[in-house]
């Protein structure tokens, strides 16, 4: 009697599990009806966050005030840390605590294989998945509909995802036929880190028909590269887009910038953050707004629409549960 109970029990376990294939050609058995997922990076749990923030088992980092509201339950999950460079691991016991029915990872992070051995010591299926490209968030909200069942939502996402990416394929013969805009992309208090060429952090401004005007290398994928500001003088951007607030509202009257022709003819543009970032840190889907933001920024004529409209139509979208 006991073995055919202890058969049975074998039987239902493999019954109530399925297989899924993973960006990476691996085949990994995740349970049948999954109500938990826990994303090892910022980017991969803002597009869960989108998907369904009651999905969300354990978050990165904390939410500021502004940002709570938006994210709905996830605000008060957990916080478990995560793999996004500088040497950031997560808290494998507050992860286990959480008990998520599958993570989810970059597949192309730096040290991804050892991090991929650590999450399995935990006996929870991984899957690992692309997150290189704006154009990966389709397979990343169509995984969430093949893993929740709910494919409702998540066409609804890859809808506006494909929309935007259709969008600015649509305006490439207008942009090449416009002079590059050069931008300067300023990170940090000081405005003296940036991306370099090849940059994942840069993806919305290739998409916005503009030219980056520092040649640099990037040394890492986390980026935050050093920029002299003998080299931003050298370069004189057309336009200065800043991370940062603090840093745009100052640059005007500082005597070291104040020279340059971005800030002479008033081109010094603030990134919106709210609800989260335009254009990265983390590089979320809050990039396809961000694209548009940067092409009504720098062709003014291009882009019918109120970007007003768009933005409320964006939120309604991705957060359905706050109320504007």
């Not at 690992?128 to 169509?142: A, C, K, P, T, Y």
């Not at 002079?179 to 990170?187: I, N, Q, T």
């Not at 003296?192 to 030219?211: I, M, R, T, V, W």
């Amino acid at each position: 009697m006991k073995i055919f109970i202890f058969l049975i029990t074998i039987f239902l376990g493999y019954a109530q599990a399925r297989t899924i294939v993973d960006d990476y050609g691996r085949s990994v058995s995740v349970p049948e009806k999954i109500t938990k997922i826990y994303a090892a990076s910022p980017p991969l749990t803002m597009s869960v966050i989108a998907f369904d923030p009651a999905l969300v088992a354990a978050i990165n980092s904390p939410f500021s005030d502004q940002q709570k509201p938006y994210v709905g339950i996830a605000a008060s999950l957990p916080i478990a840390g995560g793999f996004f460079g500088q040497g950031n691991t997560p808290n494998y016991e507050i992860l286990a605590a959480a008990k998520p029915d599958v993570i989810i990872m970059w597949g192309k992070a730096t040290g991804s294989e050892d991090q991929l051995k650590k999450f399995m010591a935990l006996n929870i299926p991984v899957l690992m998945i692309h997150n290189e490209s704006i154009n990966d968030l389709v397979g990343q909200f169509r995984l969430y509909g093949k893993l929740t069942g709910n494919t409702k939502r998540a066409n609804e996402l890859i809808s506006y995802t494909k929309e935007t990416l259709n969008l600015v394929q649509s305006l490439q013969g207008k942009l090449d036929k416009r002079k590059d805009v050069r931008y300067y992309f300023a990170e940090g208090l000081d405005g003296l880190s940036s991306e370099c060429d090849g940059s994942f952090h840069l993806e919305p401004f290739k998409y916005a028909g503009a030219k980056n005007a520092i040649n640099c290398r990037m040394s890492s994928n986390y980026g935050m590269e050093k920029i002299s500001l003998e080299t931003i003088m050298m370069a004189d951007p057309d336009v200065i887009v800043a991370m940062e607030p603090p840093f745009a509202a100052s640059v005007r009257a500082n005597p070291q910038w104040k020279t340059l022709r971005a800030v002479k003819s008033g081109h010094v543009l603030s990134v919106p953050s709210i609800p989260f970032n335009y254009i990265t840190r983390p590089p979320s889907f809050m990039r396809l707004l961000g694209i548009r933001w940067l092409i009504h920024s720098f062709y003014p004529d291009i882009l019918k629409g109120s970007l007003d409209n768009e933005t409320k139509r964006f939120e309604k979208l991705f957060f359905p549960k706050f109320k504007q």
